[in-house]
T-cell receptor, first 113, second 115 residues
Framework: AQSVTQLGSHVSVSEGALVLLRCNYS??????LFWYVQYPNQGLQLLLK??????LVKGINGFEAEFKKSETSFHLTKPSAHMSDAAEYFC???????????FGKGTMLLVSP | SQTIHQWPATLVQPVGSPLSLECTVE??????LYWYRQAAGRGLQLLFY??????ISSEVPQNLSASRPQDRQFILSSKKLLLSDSGFYLC??????????????FGPGTRLTVL
């Protein structure tokens, strides 16, 4: 079965600092991976997704993620954090039948001035 | 363009009362539809998904049920709510092609509090 693990339920950074949110996957088939963001009391919004076309994926709001097969990772990064980036971030992987997504437990990003 | 609606936005219900949450999608046909629940500290849990009218797959045995009476309508129900049913309920849709790279698009959610 496919699964993702997000290390760290909370990550704190200062405004302007590098953001690094970790996601490791386990998959019996070639993985298709997603990062979503959720602002308080709202639905999830897609940040980016890995489609196997390129290992470095650029998304919205300046975020990007790199697929590393050797490390089974798909970490999310942003060079410089903004206050508006404070939200919960979810990594997800398509199941083997490609009908559903399996989500990680989420990482809350806190940005301090 | 496609849009997804959920209502109500918030709901406070007593234990033992019934529940009906509705989700509708506009601008697409025969979408895959999903119900998720977020409870405090438990991440995003898939409850049900549907690939067509009357076709419901249950992921977690529980006090809830789902129905899809129309192509773009997905309803989450309960006959008797439990305290543990409290949470944030999210509906999502996805293109019917079931390609692995298809994005799931989420609705705004319903906050349910059971007292």
């Amino acid at each position: 079965a496919q699964s993702v693990t997000q290390l760290g339920s909370h990550v704190s950074v200062s405004e302007g600092a590098l953001v690094l949110l970790r996601c490791n996957y386990s998959s019996s088939v070639p993985p298709y991976l997603f990062w979503y963001v959720q602002y308080p009391n709202q639905g999830l919004q897609l940040l980016l997704k890995y489609t196997s076309a390129a290992t470095l994926v650029k998304g919205i709001n300046g975020f990007e993620a790199e697929f590393k097969k050797s490390e089974t990772s798909f970490h999310l990064t942003k060079p410089s954090a903004h206050m508006s980036d404070a939200a919960e971030y979810f990594c997800a992987v398509s199941d083997s039948g490609y009908s559903t997504l399996t989500f990680g437990k989420g990482t809350m990003l806190l940005v301090s001035p | 363009s496609q849009t997804i609606h959920q209502w109500p936005a918030t709901l406070v219900q007593p234990v033992g009362s019934p529940l009906s949450l509705e989700c509708t999608v506009e601008g697409t046909s025969n979408p895959n539809l999903y119900w998720y629940r977020q409870a405090a500290g438990r991440g995003l849990q898939l409850l049900f998904y549907s690939v067509g009218i009357g076709q419901i797959s249950s992921e977690v045995p529980q006090n809830l049920s789902a129905s899809r009476p129309q192509d773009r309508q997905f309803i989450l129900s309960s006959k008797k709510l439990l305290l543990s049913d409290s949470g944030f309920y999210l509906c999502a849709w996805r293109a019917p092609t079931s390609q692995p790279t298809d994005t799931q698009y989420f609705g705004p959610g319903t906050r349910l509090t059971v007292l």
